[in-house]
């Protein structure tokens, strides 16, 4: 029992892995890296002088002192001295994360979803059309059972080849032949 468990699970594990979201999800996590550093780039090589030009340093070393006087070391940059709160580093990062969300979304999510609207909107559109033709043949199925019912008990159309049963008028061209 224990035996065929352990190959049930391996052979999960082997479906999960060979799925496609798996790879997928893969690939995004490796791209979404990639992008990561293009973007942590961006913030510290443009965004932060510009920010510091304003000020008088770069964003990441703007700093408040929370107690005490706030004393760095010269040679190693830490604080020996007093509690500094590194306010700088998390605007920052926040606005690696808001760039980082507007490309995303700007240049992925939004194409496609609008793809995706227009991919549905063409398969509603091919719906519709099989749908009008579905509609239309049962129209002419319709017309065709009515014709041959009617052609039975009599009441219009005939095949021409004798008087139907049931004809009461002896119209001509209406099952007989006069």
Request: proline share 3%.
């Amino acid at each position: 029992m224990s035996e065929k468990k352990k190959v049930s699970l391996l052979e999960g594990f082997k479906a999960f892995l060979t799925r496609g979201n798996v790879i997928d999800l893969a690939v995004a996590v490796v791209i979404g890296a990639a992008f990561t550093n293009i973007v942590n780039a961006v913030v510290k090589g443009i965004i932060n002088p510009l920010v510091g030009a304003f000020g008088t340093q770069d964003l990441e070393n703007y700093s408040s002192c929370l107690k005490g006087p706030c004393v760095t070391d010269p040679k190693t940059g830490e604080a020996t001295e007093g509690i500094r709160i590194l306010w700088g580093s998390v605007l920052s990062a926040t606005l690696s994360f808001l760039i980082t969300a507007a490309v995303v979304y700007f240049l992925m999510v939004l194409p496609m979803a609008k793809y995706l609207a227009r991919r549905a909107a063409m398969q509603a559109a091919k719906e519709g059309v099989q749908e009008t033709m579905e509609v239309s043949e049962l129209e002419v199925l319709k017309e065709i059972r009515d014709a041959l019912v009617a052609q039975r008990s009599g009441g219009s159309g005939g095949s021409g080849s004798g008087p139907v049963e049931g004809n009461r008028g002896g119209e001509p061209g209406r099952g007989d032949l006069t």
